[in-house]
Structures are given as structure tokens and as C-alpha cells.
């Protein structure tokens, strides 16, 4: 019975490992754009736009949950929320729409899953905002829309952010034709917005923002440029508060000779190891001009910080991301 044991868990971890090895990823990791990040446990989590990887859904009509123990092994971890089952989606009179540029939160407990909803023409775009107790399934919309466009500024992108300062959560969110930063306070309810405050206009800002902190520093990061070219990159600005004023640094992300369009990004630290990385999407081709069609495609870096706080430009790479368990 001893052996028979002993050779049942050698079999168990076999498989195990032969698992791991079947999902090793190389960049890019997974198929979509426009990634969130976040770890939960012991586990990293993606959002992406167009995440899934079967092609049998319409790439814009849902969101999935992506998780891995270490950045490197990713699985699909089902769909979170569908588009038939946002009810003030066809309220525009708009024929067809689409779900993008998810961000994922956990807050007290919860999970909410705030995102755009398109078309931005005729009729302006909209932010939307669900709730689950999980991060891969039962997100239930709030019933209406958080934030509608209009007046030169597209609810596009939408980032939240809790201070662990003020103990506030702010909303990020903006871009594109209007190039418009917009940050409000959100109500303790999480789906509504309490006041917009007015922030200064950081250098170079398109859309795709992101927040962070790191020693006391805030990082306002962004993407500049246009989606589908060589232009789009990732810029950033570091501040005392999470609402500014920027101290523009420039971009750390930018197109080379076979990566094109590097963006629409996220940073994600291993709480344990206290490592940072960026998670981003890009092209993978080598034609300058654009612009691209196709797929974007979502890829892991590293980040590295100088002694003053700034961040060394990143390197895009089409190796296995770096390995960071969380243990």
C-alpha cells in the first residue's frame, strides 16, 4: 500500500508538471489587447480586450479572466460577463455595439468590472460597471451606465484606483479624439460617481491610463500615438498625490524593428517580492507604416526603477516573461 501511495503522488505530480509545462508561454502570452492586471492570493490575473482563445465568440461581445501562478503558465479561466446581458446597452438606439478595455478591481470583498461600450460614433461611448464575489464569473451589471461621453470627451478606457492614502477611490478615464484626462471620485457603492476634480492635462496623453504607487511616488502612466501604427507607445508622469500636478518623465515603451504599437498597459507587482511588471499589447510585425490589422497580442516585462524613482525604458522581448511566483 506504501509503494502504491508513493507511486500514486509521483503520478500526480507528474501531471501536474506536465500541465505546467503544456501551458509555458513564451511572449506574447495570451491573444487580446487593452490588459488589466491584478493579483488575487497567490495568482496573477489578465483582463484583456478580445481575450478569448477558442474563436467561436465574437471577439468583441464578452471579457475573460486569464490567471497564473508565476507569469509564465496562463489558463483561461472562463467568461465574466456578455454582452446580452448588459440592459441599457441598446438604449443609444445604436444597432451594434462593443465591450472593451476592461479593468478589474477587488474592493471589500468584491470584485467590479468596469469597462467600455461602443460604437463611439454616431452616439457617444459609455462606461459600464459589474459586480461579482468571484474574478471569472456571475458579474452582474449595475443596471445603468457609470459615465456617458459627449461634448468632446469619450468615456473611453476606464482605470480605478483606490488611494491607500486618502483611502478614495478615483476614476481614470479618457482619450482618444478627445485626448481628454478625466478623473472623478467614486461613491462608497463603487458604481456611482460622487464629483469629477479637475487635474492638469499630462504631456503626450492619448488614452489607456493607468495608476500606480511605488514609495510614496504616484505613477501616471498612459499611451500616446495611434492604435493601429508604429506611433503608440507608453508615457508617464510621476506626482506626490494621485491627482497631480505630473512631472512628465517620457516614454518607456516604444516600437522596434519586429514589435510594433506597444500600449494600453498595466503594472502588476508580486506582493511578496515586491517585483513590478508591466503588462502590455503590441503588434508582432516588422512593417513600419500601418495602419495594422489583425491581432494584438498581450506580453510581460519586467520594470526596472532608479534611485530617484524613474523607470528604465523596457525592453519588448519574444521570450518566456520573467518567472515570479508568488509564495
Not at 456617458?148 to 488611494?163: L, N, Q, R, S
Not at 491607500?164 to 458604481?191: D, H, I, Q, W
Amino acid at each position: 500500500m506504501k509503494n502504491l501511495l508513493i507511486k500514486s503522488a509521483a503520478l500526480t505530480a507528474l501531471i501536474a508538471i506536465s500541465f505546467l509545462k503544456a501551458n509555458a508561454q513564451v511572449n506574447p502570452v495570451i491573444t487580446g489587447a487593452d490588459p488589466d492586471a491584478i493579483t488575487i492570493g497567490k495568482e496573477y490575473w489578465v483582463y484583456p480586450t478580445n481575450g478569448s482563445d477558442t474563436g467561436r465568440f465574437r471577439r468583441d461581445d464578452r471579457f475573460f479572466g486569464y490567471s497564473s501562478p508565476d507569469l509564465v503558465h496562463w489558463q483561461n479561466r472562463g467568461e465574466l460577463i456578455n454582452i446580452k446581458d448588459i440592459s441599457w446597452i441598446k438604449d443609444d438606439s445604436v444597432k451594434n455595439h462593443g465591450l472593451w478595455a476592461p479593468d478589474v478591481l477587488e474592493h471589500k470583498g468584491k470584485f467590479y468590472l468596469y469597462y467600455s461600450v461602443g460604437p463611439q460614433n454616431p452616439k457617444p461611448s459609455r462606461l459600464g460597471v459589474a459586480v461579482s464575489d468571484y474574478p471569472n464569473k456571475d458579474f452582474k451589471d449595475s443596471g445603468k451606465p457609470l459615465l456617458t461621453g459627449g461634448d468632446h470627451f469619450e468615456a473611453i478606457d476606464p482605470m480605478v484606483y483606490d488611494d491607500p492614502k486618502t483611502k478614495k477611490s478615483y476614476l481614470y478615464t479618457g482619450g482618444s479624439a478627445g485626448s481628454t484626462l478625466r478623473v472623478f471620485e467614486l461613491k462608497k457603492n463603487m458604481v456611482e460617481i460622487d464629483h469629477e476634480i479637475k487635474v492638469d492635462q499630462p504631456p503626450h496623453f492619448t488614452e489607456g491610463v493607468f495608476m500606480h504607487e511605488r514609495n510614496g511616488i504616484y505613477y501616471l502612466s498612459y499611451s500616446h500615438g495611434s492604435y493601429n501604427n508604429a506611433t503608440y507607445s507608453v508615457h508617464y508622469a510621476m506626482s506626490k498625490s494621485p491627482l497631480g500636478p505630473w512631472d512628465y518623465k517620457g516614454a518607456i515603451l516604444v516600437s522596434d524593428a519586429t514589435h510594433k504599437g506597444p500600449g494600453h498597459h498595466a503594472f502588476v507587482m508580486n506582493p511578496k517580492t515586491k517585483e513590478w511588471f508591466i503588462i502590455y499589447h503590441r503588434w508582432d510585425r516588422t512593417d513600419e507604416k500601418g495602419p495594422f490589422r489583425g491581432v494584438r497580442r498581450v506580453a510581460i516585462e519586467k520594470l526596472i526603477y532608479n534611485a530617484d524613482g524613474t523607470i528604465v525604458p523596457v525592453v519588448m522581448t519574444d521570450s518566456p516573461p520573467p518567472s515570479s511566483p508568488i509564495k
